[in-house]
Nanobody, 125 residues
Framework: VQLQASGGGSVQAGGSVRLSCAAS????????LAWFRQVPGQEREGVSY???????YYADAVKGRFTISRDNAKNTVYLQMNTLKSEDTAVYYC????????????????????WGQGTLVTVSS
């Protein structure tokens, strides 16, 4: 079971970045998926969540700017990040949790068994 995140990089404030996370060796269809981010010295925080049923949830700090989506046919989850701010600078991680119900998701990192390797997004002002 592997998740491979990609798409990070450096961008100026106000710009956009799209992150991708592709799964191998398992299908994502029955998994709740999420993006977390972490700054050195701080705890990993949840950014966006999407259930296996397609419902989406966002942290207040990114609501209206970030969009999480999934393409089950491509076994991939995306995070479109717009109007980026310097405080969005972090390592971003994708995560997956197998769920019994299509409405289930977990807000904290402990709920997720599978993690991507992280991709750095740097926003300069």
């Amino acid at each position: 079971v592997q998740l491979q995140a990609s798409g990070g990089g450096s961008v100026q404030a106000g710009g956009s970045v799209r992150l991708s996370c592709a799964a191998s060796e398992f299908t994502l269809e029955m998994y709740a998926l999420a993006w977390f981010r972490q700054v050195p010295g701080q705890e990993r925080e949840g950014v966006s969540y999407i259930t296996s049923g397609g419902s989406t949830y966002y942290a207040d700090a990114v609501k209206g700017r970030f969009t999480i989506s999934r393409d089950n046919a491509k076994n991939t989850v995306y995070l479109q990040m717009n109007t980026l701010k310097s405080e969005d600078t972090a390592v971003y991680y994708c995560a997956a949790a197998q769920t019994r119900y299509r409405s289930t998701y977990f807000r904290g990192p402990d709920g997720y068994a599978y993690w991507g390797q992280g991709t750095l997004v740097t926003v300069s002002s």
